[in-house]
């Protein structure tokens, strides 16, 4: 069974308000008629009080007189008097007691006959009967049970102290009912009209409450497995309390995703040091045997006997020889070596010697060189990073795409920044991007990046990669080396 | 000089109580016919209207009245001091009848002995039709109205009485016939609701009369104006309202039956009383 805490907060809401609404135009309904009711029953009460003491103080004379007929005139005028049947609280009967409870007089003779026993007519009489109302009663004696379908007031009819008999008026309740019904009525009729403007309004506004409650928690339900982005989050950060909630949310996912990154960043840059370890050790343990293997073929080639299928076979061996070599030079990145700063020359000379690729693929290149100055950076190191940033750019835009390259530098960081509008980097790959032998398109060996970040490494910069849709982009960021003067 | 003197002095107006033996409840009818006098008499005409037919005998005994239109009962009683000044014609006769009547819904009763101890109404204890016939035919059988009955009251009208028996407050009343025919005439829907049960022998019928005090040439007058008033157009007319066919001079031993009752019920009053 769906119990009410399970429900969404975006019936709930309304629903609690629709529920509010209804409960309070339904009380506030049925105060009106309560209270209404209330106050035509004491209208008619005291109307019917004073009516009660009128024809009781009329009636001592024909009572003392023994006068029934006069005594039926005057209560017969109360009823002659043309009612509204509907609205008015007509006494439906009025009946004279004497002394000794007999009905002397009554407006229903044909119910009534004089000198008869009004309780066995009327059983609901006796409480009066047995109990006759008080002679200077201030209040008026009221009798009316659940059971009767009238209600009775009781006056004294009195003449100096001595009980001359009993008025009794008899009210019924039908039209006080019907009064009631059409009271009850209108006041169902007003509160579905106070509802139909009311609940739709309660109801707009409650969901427009739970709106933001909504909207937060299926933000939180996207955060695993992975963290939606800034853009994907539409929470409105207002100045009361969800809005505050929704603001410190949008705080806490960008920390969270913050770490993420960072996470992942500790993840790549362990793996690729990792690698660097061994591709270190390896090419160090490579180095020195081959360096003795070329060597002795070296002074074999000199002083050995010059057979020719024995030098071919050399050759064949010292060639195979240097690729290792080239290949464990190319994963054994130094940076140590001593050179002149990076200046303006070297750019001239990068753009040069990329210019055929370039025009290989009618590649619109624009170079935008914000330095004057020779940087106290190796030159060789940036060279050889512009140019494998180049080439890969090159490699990865469109026939007749777009390259660019800029250049800049603040007080302490040289900035080169290297774009192109080719085909972008799926995501999943970004984090292998710079693993060696990692490559993106057939042709190169995978080592271009590999190379790269050894030396941004080593110089202690930083890699950013920002890959979209037709617009890929490597910034690299060079810490400027302190100049020895 | 004596026509000066008329002249100077208005006449005297003549007052004429009227009780109701007849429907006296209609006022622009009365006054009507006091116009009709008016101008017939050639002098003021007043109508005096009481509560009860003693207080109208006893202004015309007293001398405060001139005329009085009233019960055949209270005249023979004061026969010596009253004057017979007219007497209307009903039905072509100067006689009424007196009715027993019950509720419509009683269709049993079929004479007063089915209303022994019942609830009944009288129009007034002077009335010959309202009461004394009752009364009489009580004695005969040795009853007295307030033993015999439970409960007695006087409405002080006869068409009250038809009133008191159509809304079921008594069980059975004496009612003068005359006005009860009369009513089941202008007011259907009140006789129809009750049932004559028997009609009593004929009575002379209530006469107007005069005080001892009033002049002959005053009660001529008022004769002459009476028995005409059916050979003019307004006077039939009025005569119509009234539901009657003319005024005759009449003769008191008309009454005479009414006379022998009331000698006979007065003997037994005093024979019951302690």
């Known amino acids: 069974?769906?119990?009410?805490?399970?429900?969404?907060?975006?019936?709930?809401?309304?629903?609690?308000?629709?529920?509010?609404?209804?409960?309070?135009?339904?009380?506030?309904?049925?105060v009106l008629v309560y209270r209404s009711i209330g106050n035509l029953r004491d209208n008619m009460i005291a109307n019917a009080d004073s009516l009660g003491h009128l024809i009781a103080d009329t009636l001592i004379e024909p009572i003392l007189h023994d006068d029934v007929w006069r005594a039926f005139e005057i209560i017969s005028i109360p009823l002659s008097i043309p009612q509204d049947k509907a609205r008015d609280q007509g006494a439906e009967y009025i009946l004279v007691l004497d002394a000794s409870n007999k009905v002397f007089v009554s407006t229903q003779p044909d119910r009534f006959p004089i000198l008869s026993d009004p309780i066995t007519i009327e059983p609901g009489l006796s409480p009066i009967v047995k109990n006759p109302p008080e002679l200077h009663a201030q209040v008026p004696v009221i009798i009316e049970t659940r059971q009767l379908s009238s209600f009775y007031l009781a006056t004294a009819i009195q003449s100096d102290g001595v009980r001359l008999g009993t008025l009794i008026v008899s009210y019924s309740k039908e039209p006080f009912e019907k009064r009631f019904y059409s009271l009850t009525q209108s006041a169902i009729l007003i509160t579905l009209l106070v509802l139909a403007v009311l609940l739709p309004f309660g109801v707009y506004w409650a969901r427009k409450m739970a709106a933001p409650l909504l909207q937060l928690s299926e933000t939180m339900n996207r955060i695993a497995p992975n963290l939606p982005e800034a853009s994907e989050i539409e929470l409105e950060e207002t100045k009361d309390e969800i809005g505050q909630l929704a603001k410190s949310f949008k705080t806490m996912l960008a920390e969270l995703k913050g770490k993420e990154q960072l996470q992942q960043q500790i993840i790549i840059s362990d793996r690729l040091a990792a690698i660097g370890r061994l591709t270190a050790g390896v090419a160090h343990e490579i180095n020195n045997p081959l360096g003795g293997m070329l060597n002795a073929i070296s002074t074999y080639k000199r002083h050995g006997v010059q057979d020719p299928l024995t030098l071919k076979t050399l050759s064949i061996l010292e060639r195979g020889l240097q690729q290792i070599k080239e290949t464990v030079a190319a994963l054994l990145v130094e940076t140590k070596t001593q050179t002149r700063p990076f200046d303006l020359n070297d750019v001239t000379d990068i753009c040069t010697l990329v210019q055929s690729d370039m025009s290989g693929k009618q590649v619109s290149f624009t170079c935008d060189i914000d330095i004057v100055d020779a940087q106290p950076l190796s030159s060789t190191l940036v060279r050889q990073i512009i140019i494998n940033l180049l080439l890969n750019a090159v490699h990865a835009t469109q026939w007749q795409g777009c390259v660019r390259l800029h250049i800049w530098c603040d007080n302490s960081n040289l900035f080169i920044d290297v774009f192109n509008d080719g085909s972008y980097i799926p995501k999943e790959k970004i984090s292998y991007l710079f693993e060696p032998f990692t490559s993106l398109n057939q042709g190169g060996n995978g080592l271009g990046l590999w190379v790269i970040y050894q030396i941004v490494q080593q110089l202690?910069?930083?890699?950013?990669?920002?890959?979209?849709?037709?617009?890929?982009?490597?910034?690299?960021?060079?810490?400027?080396?302190?100049t020895h003067e | 000089m004596a026509a000066e003197r008329i002249l100077s002095t208005p006449p005297h107006p003549l007052r004429i109580g009227l009780t109701p033996v007849i429907l006296d409840d209609q006022a622009?009818?009365?006054?009507?016919?006091?116009?009709?006098?008016?101008?017939?008499?050639?002098?003021?005409?007043?109508?005096?209207q009481r509560g009860s037919y003693r207080e109208v005998v006893d202004l015309l005994?007293?001398?405060?009245?001139?005329?009085?239109?009233?019960?055949?009962?209270?005249?023979?009683?004061?026969?010596?001091?009253?004057?017979?000044?007219?007497?209307?014609?009903?039905?072509?006769?100067?006689?009424?009848?007196?009715?027993?009547?019950?509720?419509a819904s009683d269709t049993k009763t079929s004479s007063l002995d089915n209303l022994r101890g019942k609830v009944f109404a009288f129009s007034d204890p002077d009335s010959n039709s309202g009461y004394l016939y009752t009364e009489y035919l009580l004695s005969t059988q040795g009853f007295l109205p307030a033993t015999y009955f439970a409960k007695t009251f006087y409405t002080w009208s006869h068409r009250k009485v038809v009133e008191a028996i159509a809304s079921g407050l008594a069980q059975g009343g004496s009612v003068d016939g005359y006005v009860w025919d009369t009513l089941s005439k202008t007011h259907p829907e009140l006789t129809s609701r009750t049932r004559v049960v028997t009609e009593s022998p004929k009575f002379g019928f209530p006469p107007i009369v005069a005080s001892s005090s009033v002049s002959k040439h005053d009660i001529a007058a008022l004769q002459n104006v009476l028995t005409q008033m059916v050979h003019d157009k307004e006077g039939a007319s009025l005569l119509d309202s009234l539901n009657l066919n003319g005024f005759v001079i009449g003769n008191p031993r008309l009454f005479d039956s009414i006379a022998d009752m009331n000698r006979f019920v007065e003997k037994k009053r005093i024979n019951v009383a302690p």
């Open chain 1, 460 to 482: 202690g910069g930083v890699i950013t990669v920002q890959s979209d849709p037709d617009e890929t982009r490597f910034i690299i960021q060079l810490p400027l080396q302190e």
């Open chain 2, 61 to 103: 005994r007293e001398g405060k009245l001139e005329f009085a239109w009233i019960c055949g009962y209270p005249y023979i009683r004061n026969i010596n001091n009253f004057r017979l000044v007219a007497v209307p014609l009903y039905h072509d006769e100067p006689l009424y009848h007196s009715y027993l009547i019950v509720p």
């Open chain 1, 1 to 30: 069974m769906l119990h009410l805490k399970h429900i969404s907060l975006g019936y709930k809401i309304p629903l609690r308000v629709a529920a509010l609404v209804i409960v309070t135009a339904s009380v506030l309904a049925s």
């Open chain 2, 28 to 48: 622009a009818f009365l006054n009507k016919w006091r116009d009709y006098l008016q101008h017939k008499l050639a002098r003021p005409v007043i109508f005096v």
